[in-house]
């Protein structure tokens, strides 16, 4: 709660509180051919994180009001954004019900962003974010010994 709430307000965050929602929506838009200009009114996303059954489980939410994406036309029509699109099922309209697949691929983000969402948390919750970063880190200077 502290890093969604207060370290959003901190950083001077617009449009939510949360862990890293814009990354995996920028993600999907690129993959699906969606406006990567819309990530900043997509990515509108408040993470909550509830103890429930006193104390025994956590209920994780994610809140993504405005979502805004399509499965026609535009860079939806690519080669490789068409065959993801397919692949989850919300390529092109949905003739039995318009807007369906649209309605689907904004499932899939949030789905997708509450997933992230859990793991990054969690990460941090077990003192590996750092650790990993530092592990795999590509630069070949030690910078934990250079002077600020």
């Known amino acids: 709660m502290l890093k969604n ?27 699906t051919g969606q406006d990567p200009a819309q990530n900043i009114e997509s990515s509108h996303c408040i993470t ?10 956590l209920h994780v939410s994610v809140t993504m009001p405005s ?3 399509g499965t026609v036309g535009g860079g939806t029509q690519l080669a490789s954004q068409s065959a993801c699109l397919n692949l989850l099922g919300v390529k092109g309209s949905n003739k039995d019900s318009p ?6 691929l904004a499932t899939i983000v949030a789905g997708s962003v509450l997933a992230g969402e859990l793991s990054l948390m969690s990460a941090i919750a077990a003192g590996q974010l750092v650790k990993s970063h530092m592990k795999y880190n590509r630069s070949s200077k030690d910078m934990s010994k250079v002077a600020c």
């Open 5 to 31: 709430l207060a370290g959003s307000a901190i950083a001077g965050a617009l449009g939510g509180f949360n862990a890293h929602a814009s990354n995996i929506v920028s993600a999907i838009f690129i993959a």
């Open 99 to 104: 807007g369906a697949n649209s309605r689907l």
């Open 48 to 57: 909550m994180m509830e103890a429930i059954n006193n104390g025994k489980d």
């Open 67 to 69: 979502i805004e994406v």
